[in-house]
């Protein structure tokens, strides 16, 4: 069911006593009567477009956008609707919750300090649905439950806004691939690990996966095929290192060094080899000492890779690594030569595979990680990367690829869902105007691509100008802090949708006080004071006529600079002004000479 008005009382934060109009189709007016009881006007609106943001086989029934500058709540709002949508809301909030199922409305609410009254203007298709409670073993349910919907939320900020949370995010009834939320989720279930390193792996995870699917072929997104894998060796030096391993255990290690020296050391896979060994053994002695359970007699074979294998193959101090040496020295095989550097100095090596063994080999190292990590406090010694990537793209890539990740849990969920609410929280910080203009189409397309057999409803967040030029401004929510509260408020302009950025960009409602930057306003101020001011310092005409000249609107800059050049009687452009008499100079000799 589509969510088509929300009415809140007061969160004690920024809200009070407003409704907000998700839809275009109805207009909802609310005022309270002489009586106090709450009034609702439900008015349809005749410049309705139908399935606006939709095509023929498009599942998204609807875009809205809260807009308004950093502090006013358009995330705090959000959160308001996930609880509403989760039942998640305190029982003694007041609130009005208006849904469009089908061609039916059903109004909400959960009032209980006055009547609700409804003026529908010959509009009959409503129910009006109470929020009666009831107990159960002592715990208090709603009547109303919104059946087969899930909520996904997405912020890409790290501002850690929740933490430490008060419930758990594996307790939560949406799917929230938020940057916070991410960080404790994937890693949950093991203490000791680096959450922000298996973040950063779970991150890279995610975009592998979407990086072969069909989806990024149809949407053309610009997806590296390519991945660099840089290893680090961190060298084991017993000696220098004070080591704990037994005397059996350094016996085998020299062992292994030994027959690696006799190797070519330009030859990546050797090189590798060398790195997972000197690591392996450094963890090893973190952990002080396991028993290796493997005799030296068994590492007697004729090529290091046989010796390795089985010496992987009979460690049970960490798990999957013989699997991470396979899948590595299988996507060294496939590079065909695309070794792309070796930098003895930080003692790395990189190279490239496709996406695909980049995954597998991701896969396995995490699980490597996630062993030894039960047991000691690891360290990070592979890294993946994708060369020529813009900071915008990787913003796209992170958004489609965490969607994906939702899809996959509702796909795989026995919840029957049906219908999804899709947040997302000012998802084009970080874009450049360019990918800003082009946001909200690759959104819709991405969405329609996604959730083929769902039904989607967009609210996302924003304070820019360029993303608000493709939504009629009956789809927006214009919010602004009045005191403690924010209020909705109408903007200057007419209509939103396909208007002049610029234009946009002039209203009161984004930027006050001019369109240049403070620091630029003030520096002019001090120009004019400077002008205007009969005790001034003469010696800095000359850093005043530099300023002057830097000024790149034109009208303000001709206006100061006829004030100096009145108030001093020197041009503002000396160097233009001698090469000028100069050349008058010249003209008057020519004609002299005549």
């Given at each position: 069911?589509?969510?088509?008005?929300f009415?809140y009382?007061?969160?004690?934060?920024?809200i009070?006593?407003?409704?907000?109009?998700?839809?275009?189709?109805?207009?909802?007016?609310n005022?309270?009567?002489?009586?106090?009881?709450?009034?609702?006007?439900?008015?349809?609106?005749?410049?309705?477009?139908d399935?606006?943001?939709?095509?023929?086989?498009?599942?998204?029934?609807?875009?809205?956008a809260?807009?308004?500058?950093?502090?006013?709540?358009?995330?705090?709002?959000?959160?308001?609707?996930?609880?509403?949508?989760?039942?998640?809301?305190?029982?003694?909030?007041?609130?009005?919750?208006?849904f469009?199922?089908?061609?039916?409305?059903?109004?909400?609410?959960?009032?209980?300090?006055?009547?609700?009254?409804?003026?529908?203007?010959?509009?009959k298709?409503?129910?009006?649905?109470?929020?009666?409670?009831?107990?159960?073993?002592?715990?208090?349910?709603?009547e109303?439950?919104?059946?087969?919907?899930?909520?996904?939320?997405?912020?890409?900020?790290?501002?850690?806004?929740?933490?430490?949370?008060?419930?758990?995010?594996?307790?939560r009834?949406?799917?929230?691939?938020?940057?916070?939320?991410l960080?404790?989720?994937?890693?949950?279930?093991?203490?000791?690990l680096d959450?922000?390193?298996?973040?950063?792996?779970?991150?890279?995870?995610?975009?592998l996966?979407?990086?072969?699917?069909?989806?990024?072929?149809?949407?053309?997104?610009?997806?590296?095929?390519?991945?660099?894998?840089?290893?680090?060796?961190?060298?084991?030096?017993?000696?220098k290192?004070?080591?704990?391993?037994?005397?059996e255990?350094?016996?085998?290690?020299?062992?292994?060094?030994?027959?690696?020296?006799?190797?070519n050391?330009?030859?990546?896979?050797?090189?590798?080899?060398e790195?997972?060994?000197?690591?392996?053994?450094?963890?090893?002695?973190?952990?002080?000492?396991?028993?290796?359970?493997?005799d030296?007699?068994?590492?007697?074979?004729?090529?290091?890779?046989?010796?390795?294998?089985?010496?992987?193959?009979?460690?049970?101090?960490?798990?999957?690594?013989?699997?991470?040496?396979?899948?590595?020295l299988?996507?060294?095989?496939?590079?065909?030569?695309?070794?792309?550097?070796?930098?003895?100095?930080?003692?790395?090596?990189?190279?490239e595979?496709?996406?695909?063994?980049?995954l597998?080999?991701?896969?396995?190292?995490?699980?490597f990680?996630?062993?030894a990590?039960?047991?000691?406090?690891?360290?990070?010694?592979?890294h993946f990367?994708?060369?020529?990537?813009?900071?915008?793209?990787?913003?796209?890539?992170?958004?489609?690829?965490?969607?994906?990740?939702?899809?996959?849990?509702?796909?795989?969920?026995?919840?029957?869902?049906?219908?999804v609410?899709?947040?997302?929280?000012?998802?084009d910080?970080?874009?450049?105007?360019?990918?800003?203009?082009?946001?909200?189409?690759?959104?819709?397309?991405?969405?329609?691509?996604?959730f083929?057999?769902?039904?989607?409803?967009?609210?996302i967040?924003?304070?820019?100008?360029?993303?608000?030029s493709?939504?009629?401004?009956?789809?927006?929510?214009?919010?602004?802090?009045?005191?403690?509260?924010?209020?909705?408020?109408?903007?200057?302009?007419?209509?939103?949708?396909?208007?002049?950025?610029?234009?946009?960009?002039?209203?009161?409602?984004?930027?006050?006080?001019?369109?240049?930057?403070?620091?630029?306003k003030?520096?002019?101020?001090?120009?004019?004071?400077?002008?205007?001011?009969?005790?001034?310092?003469v010696?800095?005409?000359?850093e005043?006529?530099?300023?002057?000249?830097i000024?790149?609107?034109?009208?303000?800059?001709?206006?100061?600079?006829?004030?100096?050049?009145?108030?001093?009687?020197?041009?503002?452009?000396?160097?233009?002004?001698?090469?000028s008499?100069?050349?008058?100079?010249?003209?008057?000799?020519?004609i002299?000479?005549?």
């Open positions: 069911m589509e969510l088509i008005y009415w009382k007061n969160d004690n934060k920024t009070k006593n407003s409704g907000f109009c998700f839809s275009q189709k109805y207009i909802f007016k005022h309270f009567s002489k009586s106090n009881n709450f009034v609702l006007e439900i008015i349809e609106n005749n410049d309705y477009i399935n606006f943001y939709t095509s023929e086989f498009s599942n998204i029934s609807n875009l809205a809260i807009i308004g500058s950093n502090g006013v709540g358009k995330t705090n709002l959000l959160h308001l609707l996930i609880d509403l949508l989760t039942d998640n809301l305190p029982f003694k909030d007041s609130f009005i919750a208006i469009q199922n089908e061609c039916k409305i059903e109004i909400c609410y959960n009032v209980k300090s006055f009547k609700l009254e409804i003026i529908d203007n010959g509009f298709d409503y129910k009006i649905i109470p929020f009666k409670e009831y107990s159960i073993f002592g715990d208090k349910r709603r109303f439950k919104l059946k087969h919907t899930k909520v996904i939320y997405y912020n890409p900020a790290f501002d850690l806004r929740d933490y430490p949370f008060q419930i758990s995010p594996s307790n009834k949406h799917i929230d691939i938020s940057t916070n939320t960080i404790e989720t994937d890693s949950a279930n093991y203490k000791n959450k922000l390193l298996f973040h950063k792996f779970s991150n890279i995870r995610r975009s996966i979407l990086s072969y699917s069909t989806i990024t072929e149809l949407e053309n997104i610009n997806f590296p095929q390519i991945t660099q894998i840089v290893f680090y060796m961190n060298y084991f030096t017993p000696e290192d004070a080591s704990t391993l037994s005397d255990n350094l016996l085998i290690f020299d062992f292994i060094q030994t027959k690696i020296k006799k190797e050391s330009q030859d990546l896979s050797v090189q590798f080899s790195c997972l060994v000197h690591n392996f053994f450094h963890f090893l002695d973190e952990a002080n000492d396991f028993d290796l359970e493997i030296i007699n068994e590492l007697e074979t004729n090529s290091l890779y046989s010796t390795l294998s089985i010496f992987f193959k009979k460690q049970k101090f960490v798990k999957d690594i013989d699997l991470l040496y396979d899948n590595v299988k996507g060294i095989e496939l590079t065909k030569g695309k070794f792309i550097d070796s930098d003895r100095q930080n003692n790395s090596f990189t190279f595979t496709d996406n695909l063994i980049a597998e080999i991701l896969t396995t190292y995490e699980s990680i996630k062993s990590s039960r047991i000691i406090t690891t360290t990070d010694f592979i990367n994708w060369r020529n990537i813009s900071t915008g793209e990787k913003c796209i890539i992170d958004l489609f690829s965490r969607l994906n990740y939702a899809h996959k849990i509702i796909k795989e969920s026995t919840e029957n869902i049906s219908f609410y899709l947040f997302i929280d000012e998802g910080i970080g874009l450049h105007p360019q990918w800003q203009k082009s946001y909200i189409n690759k959104l819709l397309k991405f969405i329609d691509l996604l083929i057999g769902y039904s989607v409803q967009i609210i967040t924003s304070h820019s100008p360029l993303i608000i493709d939504i009629p401004k009956s789809n927006l929510i214009f919010l602004k802090r009045i005191g403690e509260f924010c209020e909705l408020v109408d903007i200057d302009k007419e209509e939103t949708f396909a208007s002049n950025i610029h234009s946009l960009f002039t209203d009161s409602f984004f930027i006050e006080n001019g369109l240049i930057g403070d620091f630029a003030n520096k002019i101020n001090q120009v004019i004071k400077y002008i205007k001011n009969d005790s001034r310092d010696d800095n005409i000359n005043i006529r530099k300023i002057i000249k000024i790149g609107e034109p009208v303000l800059k001709n206006k100061i600079s006829q004030m100096f050049e009145y108030t001093f009687n020197l041009p503002i452009d000396i160097d233009y002004e001698i090469i008499l100069e050349e008058r100079l010249s003209q008057l000799k020519i002299n000479k005549k």
